[in-house]
């Protein structure tokens, strides 16, 4: 039997879900996690910097905010696009 007892496929699953998968996987465009993790790195540092008074490390941390948010804004952009590029070519 190629099931488990919750429903999922064993390592003889189903090949056409996995290229399903695949598809999506190339539709979705980069994680717009690393601009997140980013821009709070950056506030982290920026917090540091003000804390000790160093004005050149509040500045990197603000650098690296930007930078952040701009790769977050950047990646959620290019997704959105991959997207809907991957549903128009389906329909």
Same mark, same amino acid.
Request: proline share 3%; no cysteine; net charge negative.
């Given at each position: 039997m190629d099931e488990s007892a919750d429903g999922l496929h064993g390592a003889g699953g189903d090949e056409e879900g996995a @290229? /399903?998968?695949l598809d999506t996987r190339k539709? /979705?465009?980069p %994680?717009? +996690?690393?601009?997140a993790g980013l821009a709070l790195f950056g506030i982290? +540092?920026? @917090?540091?910097?003000g804390?000790? %008074?160093l004005h050149y490390v509040f500045?990197? @941390?603000?650098?690296?905010? +930007? @930078?952040?948010a701009v790769t977050f804004v950047l990646f959620v952009a290019l997704t959105a696009m991959?997207?809907?590029?991957?549903r128009s070519a389906k329909s």
């Open positions: @290229g /399903e998968a539709a /979705e465009g %994680d717009p +996690v690393i601009g982290f +540092v920026m @917090g540091l910097g804390a000790r %008074d500045n990197a @941390g603000m650098f690296l905010a +930007v @930078g952040g991959k997207q809907r590029a991957a």
